[in-house]
């Protein structure tokens, strides 16, 4: 597992490397948006008083029982000032994970992306390849929108960028950064400009119109001698402490150049931390225009900047969820019965566990050689679950009735955005809890948590 701190030698090295790549990318020459230079500055020189603070929540690994449950607990609570639920991106992997889980997680307008098959550091590309066949194959999830990518253990080579450029991935976010190199989003077009002390700017690596998303640091202390924490800060310090360094980071963006403020997480490390996060996050969104939004949102935004005061009408930041009125196999609960997919999953078994999929079980596990084997049952035979095709997207798609229930005519959303929270001692509006989110609940479902427990709970690092 790779440290939750990033070394002092670390810090030293990128004071004396940060900016030497930046400074290779030539404004005149990259022209936004097919290509944006690494700067500590907003984009298309909007001020930074105008511009919206990102915060970008991740989680990484296997998406399962156990996993879920956590994510949920430090999102439920939270809306954007829009009144939508903030929303988080999953760098999800194939071993140990519940496709139908990842399905879910996706159906409520969240990010899945790429951590490869068997959460493999430096990997090689059927690692990377075979995940996203198996995610779109078992979740549904359209390769499109499987854009992101983060290596495990965020060990990456030249080789791994390749890979990312050859598969058309839109962006990466293995690197840190730290306040010397602490940019906002940028294409490659002229190489990388984090992680520069393991010589990784100089490699050669040039990939126009792909983005990297660095990963910021949570730094203990604003001295020079502060150490960096890249994940998981939870672990490195009383809830007390670590908090006051969440805070004092969240405030250096904020005030300054409100780069993307990040807390990246493995859901199995977070433990007894939920009250931290939930007391932490209702600092930040306490604050005005503070926005939880996935990486894709972020880079829409990257493309297309507008001041903080219009971002509320953009299309990519509204909430809104297809209303089908019948049960069908599509990571929603379309009938608000309280239980996702209710009794149209099939459960899947196998020796690294089970898992639930609307697509059909498999004959074998998926693996780097076979990521999407053959189905138990075969096409044109009765109980086969068809895939989604591309003429409809997942939400709308019937894999048992082999039926896309939109057309130009017939689609309708219901808008799930919630009212403002109430202000202390108000009344909640009829229906919604004081936190302004639903009070009706709704269950993850796929295999309970002793499902997930009795296979091993072999929750890769």
Known sequence: MRAAF?????????????????????????????????????????????????????????????????????????????????????????????????????????????????????????????????????????????????????NYSKGTFDILAQEHFQYDSSTNAVPTDAWWPYTLDYGLANDCWNGICDSGIAIPGMWEIPMHAIMDSDATTAIPHAMDAQLDASASVVEGWLRNNFDRHYNLNRQPFGIYLHPVHVGNATDLYNSFFQYALSKPDVWFVTNQQLLEWMKNPVPASQLASQDYMKCTQPAIGKEICNGLDDTKSGTIDNKVLETCNFVAGPWSTCYGCPKTMPTTADPVPER???????????????????????????????TASNCTFTDTAVAPKPTPGATAPAGKSPSGSSAVSVAWTGLAVAAAVAAGFAQML
């Not at 009144?83 to 307008?109: E, M, N």
């Open 6 to 154: 990033i070394s002092l030698a670390v810090v030293a090295s990128s004071i004396l490397i940060a900016g030497v790549n930046a400074g290779a990318c030539d404004p005149a020459k990259c022209i936004h948006p097919a290509c944006v230079c690494p700067s500590d500055k907003p984009p298309k020189g909007l001020a930074p008083k105008d511009v919206p603070q990102f915060f970008t929540l991740t989680f990484d690994d296997a998406v399962q029982g156990p996993t879920v449950p956590v994510a949920a607990s430090l999102m439920k609570p939270h809306v954007n000032p829009n009144g939508c639920p903030i929303k988080a991106t999953w760098f999800a992997q194939t071993i140990y994970s519940d496709f139908a889980l990842i399905q879910q997680w996706y159906a409520a307008g969240n990010e899945v992306a790429d951590h490869t098959m068997n959460h493999i550091g430096t990997p090689p590309a059927d690692e990377i390849i075979g995940n996203r066949k198996a995610i779109n194959a078992f979740s549904g999830i359209p390769f499109a929108k499987m854009s992101g990518f983060r290596a495990p253990f965020l």
């Open 376 to 406: 138990v049952v075969a096409s044109g035979t009765a109980g086969y679950r068809t895939a989604v095709p591309s003429t409809c997207a997942m939400e709308w798609w019937d894999p048992v009735a082999a039926q896309c229930l939109c």
